[in-house]
């Protein structure tokens, strides 16, 4: 939650100007400064990498998760917020009869006398983002809207005081999953109350009542836009209720002006032509549909390399094409999965016999990082077009003169994929749900426990290999 004094400035508009909610509004930015503000490469030492205590380097590794290189998409979505927001208040400047009028009577029952300023119009947007799950759809949406404030908080305004007390610059709620609007309501209310940092609000008991109810409170907040998530929840059944939550919807555009964004997976966006007799409202300020990274898209090399450089094993492992081919087919060209896969492939093997990354040490990463992820149709199914990816800032890369090779012995460790050979049957270990039914005599070893030679038990029932190269039949 970021919630902000006003400071003023300028706006560009003539018809903006002399308007507190836009004039409190983050000054327009150049592209190149706002991805300053959306990026973060955390430092990188090579000092860190060459240190003696593996438990030292493996701390470090957190700081892979903390890496952030926003997508050309970001420039598109962060203009649309932008212009969306700054369109919706320039209807309802707070200094001006209009929204005095606006602010006292209910929507659909404002008096005949007309302001001086003339009756108010609305000019809320409707922003459209689509994309399969994990492509980082609410990322970005996050991201984009992290660079505003929550709530700026006003006093007086160029000397003159304000009524207005706090501005609600933008809030993010979930569909409700059986599309119901008194489900959508009371998460409204609820998110602006804690917003707002206020008791919560006892929802009215009819849902006219509680639309009304809601209204109003949208109104004297002054929401900037709203964010629904999950709009793939909205699924058109012959009861109705669909419609209803869309038309609902549709009047918070219409009627109140508030901008809305949403936010889903497919097919939401047929689901919208179908059902929804605006559907160009549901468009009218941005409309993009998110992919994953194909592998051979300047955006995956550009991400891969700067995420690459965040390496804290003893010896440094160049990026090949079989390691980008590798960790692009685990990911599927997703970048928090591919994160999240190259950070615990190094955790596996900091302090093992050999810190070298292979393909083998991808997918035993993998396996740990992603175990459910990759077993669902939508990862199966995540094979996109290409999006593009500007480059980021270039980090410091470890010398190529690479110092002879730190060996540990931590062979005792069965989870770290030292061995290529071993590798795919410790990485099925790793993702399996069903260990107990694979062991096939579970009272084993306290079995041996009990007799002279427990060892020579223990050989006979293969399970102590003294050359498990050759009784496993791996040829080198």
Request: with cysteine.
């Amino acid at each position: 939650m970021r919630i902000e004094s006003a400071i003023y400035q300028d706006a560009i508009l003539p018809e903006h100007q002399g308007n507190p909610l836009i004039e409190a509004l983050p000054i327009k930015q150049t592209w190149e400064n706002v991805m300053e503000v959306f990026s973060n490469y955390p430092e990188y030492s090579e000092e860190i990498a060459d240190h003696p205590d593996p438990l030292v380097r493996d701390e470090y590794l957190n700081r892979i998760e903390e890496i952030r290189q926003p997508l050309t998409d970001y420039e598109a979505c962060f203009r649309a917020v932008e212009r969306a927001i700054k369109k919706g208040y320039s209807a309802k400047n707070p200094l001006s009869p209009t929204t005095a009028q606006y602010l006292h009577y209910l929507i659909d029952e404002r008096p005949e006398i007309e302001p001086r300023t003339g009756y108010f119009q609305p000019k809320g947007d409707g922003l459209t983002l689509i994309g399969e799950s994990g492509v980082g759809k609410t990322s970005m949406v996050e991201q984009v809207l992290s660079y505003f404030p929550n709530v700026i908080e006003h006093e007086s305004y160029r000397g003159q005081e304000l009524e207005l007390r706090k501005q609600v610059v933008w809030i993010k709620v979930d569909c409700p999953s059986n599309s119901s609007v008194r489900d959508l309501c009371e998460e409204i209310l609820s998110t602006l109350d804690l917003t707002l940092d206020r008791e919560k609000t006892k929802p009215a008991g009819t849902i006219g009542a509680l639309i009304r109810q809601l209204e109003q409170c949208m109104k004297s907040s002054f929401i900037g836009m709203l964010v629904i998530d999950e709009m793939q929840n909205l699924k058109f059944q012959r009861t109705g209720g669909e419609n209803n939550l869309l038309r609902f919807l549709h009047r918070l555009m219409n009627k109140l002006g508030v901008p809305l964004f949403f936010v889903a997976n497919p097919p939401f966006d047929q689901s919208l032509v179908k059902e929804l007799k605006a559907a160009r409202r549901a468009e009218s300020g941005y409309h993009h549909t998110m992919s994953i990274l194909e592998r051979d898209s300047v955006s995956w090399n550009a991400f891969i390399e700067q995420l690459w450089q965040y390496q804290w094993t003893n010896i440094y492992t160049e990026l090949t094409k079989e390691l980008n081919d590798a960790l692009h087919s685990l990911s599927v060209g997703n970048i928090d999965m591919a994160s999240r896969t190259y950070r615990e492939a190094q955790r596996l093997i900091i302090g093992a016999y050999d810190e070298r990354i292979t393909p083998a040490t991808l997918e035993a990463g993998n396996a740990v990082a992603c175990g459910l992820s990759r077993q669902t149709e939508e990862v199966n199914e995540l094979k996109g077009a290409i999006v593009s990816l500007p480059k980021g800032k270039q980090r410091r890369t470890r010398s190529k003169e690479q110092p002879e090779l730190k060996i540990v012995d931590k062979t005792g460790d069965i989870t770290k994929p030292q061995h290529p050979e071993f590798a795919s049957k410790l990485i099925e270990l790793v993702g399996a749900v069903d260990l107990m039914g694979r062991i096939k005599d579970p009272d084993l070893f306290q079995q041996a426990a009990g007799l002279e030679d427990p060892m020579h038990y223990l050989r006979s029932r293969s399970i102590v290999l003294d050359d498990p190269l050759s009784e496993l039949g791996y040829s080198l």
